[in-house]
């Protein structure tokens, strides 16, 4: 190409400023050109180059890409219109017509002006072109000095491509199974959340709502599974459904409460919902077969941002979700807090998460696993594949997150993928998607999740908490402790009306499982999941005792040494279970037990459980209970409760108890 005048180098390089915000925010103007001197000779076709250039300026962008392609038709090789025409189709927003330029002026002279190689380099990486993306990458950056905003954008689409391109030729297992009639539909579904025994899953669908300003309205819908098919989802109606949007649902690992998203709502569709902001984070909870009025979360949660994208622990006290700030540009980026209730429910003032999982872009869709360390989110921050990707981190033991690693190609691709859902096994994971193979738009699916990314598995623990003499359903409060730690893993309650309950059990540790209610002796049982496979669900009812002199518990979670009557650390828990419940009823008195099975000396297994007994009495009196409201005994194996026939019996009569002796 013939050289050029210093005013058509100046009218390049105004043009090399056009649309640096590219796939940011639209752009509809750039600079006016300077001087007349242009890389063509033909006068008709500068001449409507230059009108168009008016009308660009004017916003009239149909008119200004008329008089383009106009001026191209009688000059290909005429840059600076090809250059504009590309961009006007940027403005459009369309990235397959503004590619086809961009590509006609790198052919007429790739150096001519640099920015072209940029853009088109970008519209080949956000189409999944790594490879040529790669390479035009390169060329550009080959081209001297850059502002640095370009360069900086650069090279960090220099490392995506990289990453995916070799991503790509190390995929990871991905076969999607789409859930069915039973869940999906000709519209769209997304956002699911399970409860920890997977067997009820609440989504959001998307309704045609022609009254709507937005053409459309999001409910939620929900679907229990029987075997391995999803049931047909139910609406689940007011007070939640409203004519508006409803969107972004998180269920407890119970399925006893939800907490979802709403943006303020008001007229004539029952409660309103009035928030702190655009949109806030509201809660429902299930009373027996229908949900309570939604209440906004509180400012502690909510503020004059955007809330959204809930995922609430399985351990009842701790909330993940997500906050959006709009920026200078206009649109929005999002952060990952956690917040967690106080002994008295009270919510924490949510804390941002450490720079490890939030970056200065954009983070979403988060979902902490039941096991309570395993964490999913969706990123454009971290490397990945562009767009939004799906990471998962690990938090140690001094509660410190994992660097994010990327779940890889194809489960992330240069799409955005978001709302993953990995079940209380570990083994399956969910998400939404609108492959061909679906019922209508988005439809939701599962896969069997890679190893390399899977969480500790969850088991559950699920019955029905009743009086032991009535048989009537109770609503009782039950903690799940870490033996070894006394860590305090689930705290909830039984459902209100027909006293279930359904708790996770995450693997790897030795647990204590207290229900309680007041007027009644509290239970106590005993979980051992040291290993990932100890995973099996636990099925038990609970009865209650009312208090009652006579009535008395088995203390599964007090521990001895074999044949030694020294309390072990694990007992901890157990013992100051009891001291709590005496100290709530100061008027009890009681009657601290041992027992043994009928192997050894009966005389050496009666002065053990004597000892056995008074260990746990001397702690309760260390501990500030009155000697007067205690008594210790020990019987051997003169009162056993199960055979001593075989192990499993005489384990079982090897035993502490406590009864009431007085009220």
């Given amino acids: 190409m013939e050289t050029k005048s210093s005013n058509a180098q100046i009218h390049r390089n105004t043009l090399k400023h056009c649309c640096l915000t590219f796939f940011s925010v639209v752009l509809f103007s750039c600079s006016s050109i300077v001087g007349q001197n242009l890389s063509s000779n033909d006068k008709k076709a500068t001449k409507k180059y230059l009108e168009a250039q008016t009308f660009y300026q004017k916003h009239d962008l149909n008119q200004a890409s008329a008089l383009l392609k106009e001026a191209i038709e ?171 949007n409803e969107g972004a649902p998180s269920l407890s690992a119970d399925g006893q409460l939800l907490i979802f998203t709403a943006c303020e709502l008001y007229g004539n569709y029952g409660e309103n919902r009035q928030g702190f902001g655009s949109c806030d984070l509201f809660y429902s909870m299930r009373d027996g077969g229908s949900w309570t009025k939604p209440i906004n979360l509180d400012k502690t949660i909510n503020s004059v941002h955007w809330e959204t994208q809930p995922s609430f622990s399985s351990d009842g006290r701790t909330l993940y979700f997500v906050r959006g700030i709009r920026n200078k540009s206009g649109s929005k980026t999002g952060d990952i807090y956690v917040s967690s209730l106080d002994d008295k429910n009270y919510w924490s003032k949510p804390e941002k998460l450490s720079r490890t999982i939030n970056t200065p872009a954009n983070e979403e869709s988060v979902f902490i696993h039941p096991d309570g360390k395993t964490l999913y989110f969706s990123s454009d921050g971290h490397l990945g594949m562009g767009g939004l990707d799906i990471f998962v981190s690990k938090k140690d033991n001094e509660g410190n997150w994992g660097d994010p690693v990327n779940l890889g190609y194809p489960i992330n691709t240069h799409k955005n993928e978001n709302s993953l859902l990995v079940g209380a096994d570990g083994k399956i994971a969910y998400f939404a998607s609108d492959r061909e193979d679906g019922y209508g738009e988005l439809d939701l699916y599962s896969f069997e999740l890679p190893e390399q990314f899977a969480p500790n598995r969850v088991s559950y623990f699920e019955g029905k908490i009743y009086n032991s003499e009535s048989k009537e359903p109770l609503n009782a409060k039950f903690e799940l402790v870490d033996l070894e730690t006394e860590e305090v893993i689930v705290k909830s309650e039984s459902d209100s009306k027909s006293g279930e309950f359904l708790i996770s059990l995450p693997s790897g540790r030795n647990y204590a499982l207290n229900a309680y209610k007041e007027g009644y002796l509290f239970f106590s049982e005993n ?58 009823n100061p008027k009890l008195k009681i009657e601290v037990s041992g027992h043994t099975d009928d192997r050894g000396d009966a005389n050496f297994n009666k002065k053990l459980s004597e000892n056995r007994a008074k260990s746990v009495y001397n702690f309760l009196v260390e501990s500030g209970i009155l000697e007067s409201r205690l008594n210790w005994a020990g019987y051997g194996a003169e009162f056993p409760i199960f055979s001593n026939e075989n192990e499993e019996g005489r384990s079982k009569n090897r035993r502490t108890e406590f009864k009431i002796v007085e009220l």
Wanted: glycine share 4%.
């Fill in 74 to 244: 009688r000059d290909n090789r005429f840059i600076e219109a090809i250059t504009l025409l590309a961009y006007i189709n940027l403005d459009l927003g369309d990235y397959e017509e503004a590619k086809g330029y961009f590509q006609n002026a790198i052919a007429v002279d790739a150096t001519a002006i640099p920015n072209n190689l940029f853009f088109l380099a970008e519209i080949e990486l956000k189409s999944g072109d790594y490879a040529n993306a790669n390479k035009h990458f390169k060329q550009f950056l080959s081209l001297g000095e850059h502002e640095q905003q370009l360069l900086n954008r650069s090279n960090r689409s220099l490392d995506i491509t990289e990453f995916a391109l070799k991503s790509m030729t190390e995929p990871v297992e991905f076969k999607p199974r789409n859930l069915g009639p039973g869940i999906n539909s000709e519209m769209s579904e997304y956002f699911p959340s399970l409860t920890v025994d997977q067997k009820t899953i609440l989504f959001t669908r998307r309704l045609k709502s022609p009254s709507s300003p937005q053409g459309f309205n999001e409910d939620f819908y929900i679907s229990k599974r029987k075997g391995d098919k999803w049931q047909l989802a139910q609406n689940l109606s007011t007070p939640i459904n409203t004519p508006m």
């Fill in 527 to 584: 979980f051992s999941l040291k290993t990932q496979n100890d995973n099996k669900p636990f099925s038990q009812d609970v009865p209650l005792q009312p208090l009652k002199v006579g009535e008395k518990i088995v203390l599964k979670n007090i521990f001895f040494e074999t044949a030694k009557f020294d309390l072990k650390d694990e007992s901890m828990v157990e013992l100051k279970k009891i001291v709590g419940f005496l100290n709530d």
